[in-house]
Each structure stands twice: as structure tokens, then as C-alpha cells.
């Protein structure tokens, strides 16, 4: 995901904002570090030009990476269901374990690649129990995985969902992991 970063900086003059003090900066983003780094450094700039008035405003969207563009020679998917047969009771319940969601806000936020192996997510589970929950999720429709070798690899299918249920994956990356979370 992207994160466009916007910061407007207003400085009051007689209860007044003037229009020549407003300071504009946006910025694109596709990691965190970038991210902190981006919002300190405008922010860093408002306070040393005295504006009195800070608001930033963020929104993560789709991150099109042409660097994470659909690899030639894929395999075919796995068995998942349709974009039509998606159900909001079976994605509901397999991201009602935090796991679950827990893996499903790190593809849609940290993804390096087109997919990913379980051993990218460095989670100290047995293995057996990782493909529970990656096979739970890729049945619920929420990821797709693609059998590489020995390897199954996972991707959220950002683009089916976001037609079945705009608004659904926004949710996935609201959510705050509290840090009681298994992994």
C-alpha cells in the first residue's frame, strides 16, 4: 500500500489565516520508516517556520508498484472461490482470528514482492499450523495462493475484494494490533 501523505501548515495573523503563509506538502510512501521519516521532517519544518496550525492527513491506498508487476509464468492458483461465491460471513470469520488478520495487514502493508512464502512473515508457529490458517483464509477467498516447488505463496486478492466489498481491506489496515497478538 501507499501512503500519500498530506500536510497543510496554516499561520494565524489577526485571527486571520493569510494565503501566502499556507505551506502544502504531499508525498507518496510505500514503507513505514518512510513514512515517520516524511511526517517528522514536514512537521520539523511547520514548527521552525512558526505555523500555528498543523493538520496532516493520511490515506493508504493500493500500492502499483511496476516493480511487484504479475511475474511471466505463474502458476495457477489454487482452488479459491469466485469473486461472486465471496461471502462476508466466510471472509468475517476467517479474519476473526488475529492471526489471520495479522497476516492479511502485513501483505496488504509491508509486501516486498508479488507473494510471499510463510517464512517471509517469521512467525514461530509449527508449520502445520500456518497452513491451517493460510489454507482458512485462501478458502474464505481472502488471499491466493500459488504452489511454487515445494512452496505455497500468498497474496491478498486486493482487486476482488475491493469490488465485492469496497471498503473491507481499508478496515484490515485500520486495525491496531494491541501486541497480545500470536505470531
Given at each position: 500500500?501507499?501512503?500519500?501523505?498530506?500536510v497543510?501548515?496554516?499561520?494565524?495573523?489577526?485571527?486571520e489565516?493569510?494565503?501566502?503563509?499556507?505551506?502544502?506538502?504531499t508525498?507518496?510512501?510505500?514503507?513505514?520508516?518512510?513514512?515517520?521519516?516524511?511526517?517528522?521532517?514536514?512537521?520539523?519544518?511547520?514548527?521552525?517556520?512558526?505555523?500555528?496550525?498543523?493538520?496532516?492527513?493520511?490515506?493508504?491506498?493500493?500500492?502499483?508498484?511496476?516493480?511487484?508487476?504479475?511475474?511471466?509464468?505463474?502458476?495457477?492458483?489454487?482452488?479459491?472461490?469466485?469473486?461472486?461465491?465471496?461471502r462476508?460471513?466466510?471472509?468475517?470469520?476467517?479474519?476473526?482470528?488475529?492471526?489471520?488478520?495479522?497476516?492479511?495487514?502485513?501483505?496488504?502493508?509491508?509486501?516486498?514482492?508479488?507473494d510471499?512464502?510463510?517464512?517471509?512473515?517469521?512467525?514461530?508457529?509449527?508449520?502445520?499450523?500456518?497452513?491451517?490458517?493460510?489454507?482458512?483464509?485462501?478458502?474464505a477467498?481472502?488471499?491466493?495462493?500459488?504452489?511454487?516447488?515445494?512452496?505455497?505463496?500468498?497474496?491478498?486478492?486486493?482487486?476482488?475484494?475491493?469490488?465485492?466489498?469496497?471498503?473491507?481491506?481499508?478496515?484490515?489496515?485500520?486495525?491496531?494490533?494491541?501486541?497480545?497478538?500470536?505470531?
Amino acid at each position: 500500500m501507499n501512503t500519500d501523505v498530506t500536510v497543510h501548515a496554516a499561520r494565524h495573523m489577526s485571527g486571520e489565516m493569510r494565503a501566502d503563509a499556507r505551506l502544502d506538502c504531499t508525498a507518496a510512501v510505500s514503507d513505514t520508516a518512510t513514512f515517520l521519516v516524511r511526517v517528522f521532517s514536514y512537521y520539523s519544518l511547520v514548527r521552525k517556520n512558526s505555523y500555528s496550525d498543523i493538520v496532516v492527513n493520511m490515506k493508504r491506498t493500493p500500492h502499483h508498484d511496476p516493480a511487484a508487476a504479475v511475474p511471466a509464468n505463474l502458476p495457477d492458483p489454487l482452488p479459491e472461490p469466485a469473486v461472486s461465491e465471496l461471502r462476508l460471513d466466510a471472509i468475517f470469520g476467517a479474519l476473526a482470528d488475529p492471526l489471520r488478520l495479522t497476516i492479511v495487514r502485513r501483505l496488504l502493508l509491508e509486501s516486498e514482492a508479488y507473494d510471499h512464502p510463510c517464512s517471509w512473515f517469521g512467525f514461530n508457529r509449527a508449520k502445520s499450523s500456518l497452513t491451517h490458517h493460510f489454507k482458512a483464509l485462501r478458502e474464505a477467498g481472502v488471499i491466493r495462493q500459488r504452489q511454487y516447488g515445494l512452496e505455497r505463496r500468498s497474496r491478498v486478492r486486493t482487486e476482488d475484494l475491493d469490488v465485492r466489498f469496497p471498503g473491507l481491506l481499508q478496515l484490515v489496515i485500520a486495525w491496531e494490533p494491541s501486541g497480545d497478538e500470536p505470531g
